[in-house]
């Protein structure tokens, strides 16, 4: 009963070869993100939605691009893959506002990407 | 957004208790104090919430002090499985929803058998 599901957990892509890694959730929520992680490294975030609206953060490469077609799915797309792009990419999604606090976000288990 | 400093890493023994500050001082009004752990090779995962005072689950309790300027995360009788990361996060849902989830350094912590 997994809530967000990110596929594939394991991707290896070639130097510049576009890749799209995808996220869903069943909860409805409706604020998704997606973070890069490198090794020891925090969660960096990348972007963020409220429903349709995005929100891409300043040091975001312009590599990095997002897809959000519906509530329930969100895209990562990289254009041209880097060496330096090698990381564990989360999705991450939070319940709706409720007038309180941060709310509890939900991560998925990631996507783990090599760039070859 | 609120700085936030918490130590970079944390050594304790099974059984013990574990508590691990994060300052915050330059919190806003309406800002909350939320705690995630992180296990290898996982998403982070959310511990706990809190505005003020003391907040409790099964999991860990959140001490607040009246000024708001820190906060300890308070781990019981903390076991092998509780070796992880841990971030402590400040910040308020906007009305809009406009909100970005930002992380720190966070804390690791090691427990030893």
């Known amino acids: 009963d997994a809530m967000v599901i990110q596929n594939p957990r394991y991707q290896v892509t070639q130097f510049g070869k576009p890749v799209t890694l995808s996220c869903s959730q069943t909860?409805?929520?409706?604020?998704m993100y997606w973070y890069q992680q490198k090794s020891s490294q925090a969660p960096k975030l990348l972007f963020h939605?409220?429903?349709?609206?995005?929100?891409n953060e300043a040091d975001t490469p312009d590599n990095f691009q997002s897809r959000r077609p519906n509530t329930s799915f969100c895209f990562l797309d990289i254009r041209s893959p880097g060496l330096g792009d090698a990381a564990m990419y989360l999705c991450?999604?939070?319940?709706?506002?409720?007038?309180?606090?941060?709310?509890?976000?939900?991560f998925g288990q990631g996507t783990r990407l090599t760039v070859v | 957004l609120a700085k936030i400093t918490q130590p970079i890493s944390m050594d304790s023994y099974e059984g013990q208790e574990v508590n691990i500050t994060c300052s915050h001082n330059?919190?806003?009004?309406?800002?909350?104090i939320t705690w995630y752990q992180q296990f290898p090779s996982q998403g982070p995962r959310f511990i706990i919430q809190?505005?003020?005072t003391k907040v409790t689950n099964e999991v860990a309790s959140l001490f607040i002090p009246a000024d708001r300027k820190s906060s300890t995360l308070s781990l019981p009788r903390v076991s092998l499985s509780d070796t992880a990361v841990y971030y402590c996060?400040?910040?308020?849902?906007?009305?809009?929803?406009?909100?970005?989830?930002?992380f720190g350094k966070g804390t690791r912590l090691s427990v030893i058998a």
């Open positions: 996060l400040v910040g308020f849902l906007q009305l809009s929803g406009n909100t970005p989830l930002v």
């Open positions: 909860l409805n929520h409706n604020v």
């Open positions: 330059n919190i806003a009004t309406n800002d909350y």
């Open positions: 991450a999604t939070s319940r709706p506002f409720t007038g309180t606090g941060l709310g509890e976000a939900f």
């Open positions: 939605y409220y429903d349709k609206d995005f929100n």
């Open positions: 809190g505005y003020k």
